[in-house]
């Protein structure tokens, strides 16, 4: 079975997060999120991980007040993060299916 990719153009994501199309720039200038498909901005299509991260970025910026640099700092340590406690499982269920073979 192939796997499904959910989408959303830049209109849509304007429309739904109440963002401006400045702000999605500035995210994918910053390298936060980026378009899976689209060469301008108004073609680019996100797929739901970057607009989760997208969505985590402007919540940063808006909350805490702080730069697009920083929250791009913040969300490069959040996602290495994420893929820690990923492995950490795998290394866990790993050593857990070792233990009782």
């Known amino acids: 079975m192939a796997d499904m990719v959910l989408s959303i153009s830049v209109r849509e994501l304007c429309q ?3 963002l401006t199309e400045q ?10 999120a980026q378009p899976v498909a689209g060469n301008d901005v108004l073609d680019w299509v ?3 991980t970057s607009v989760h991260w997208l969505r985590k970025a ?12 920083a929250v791009a ?27 009782d073979g």
């Open 23 to 32: 702000v999605i720039v500035e995210v994918v200038d910053h390298g936060i």
């Open 58 to 69: 402007v919540r940063l910026h808006h909350d805490l007040e702080i730069d697009w640099i």
């Open 16 to 18: 739904c997060e109440e």
């Open 46 to 48: 996100f797929d739901t």
């Open 73 to 99: 700092m913040v969300i490069d340590l959040l996602r290495q993060n994420e893929a820690l406690q990923k492995q950490n499982r795998s290394v866990e269920q790993q050593l857990r299916r070792f233990l």
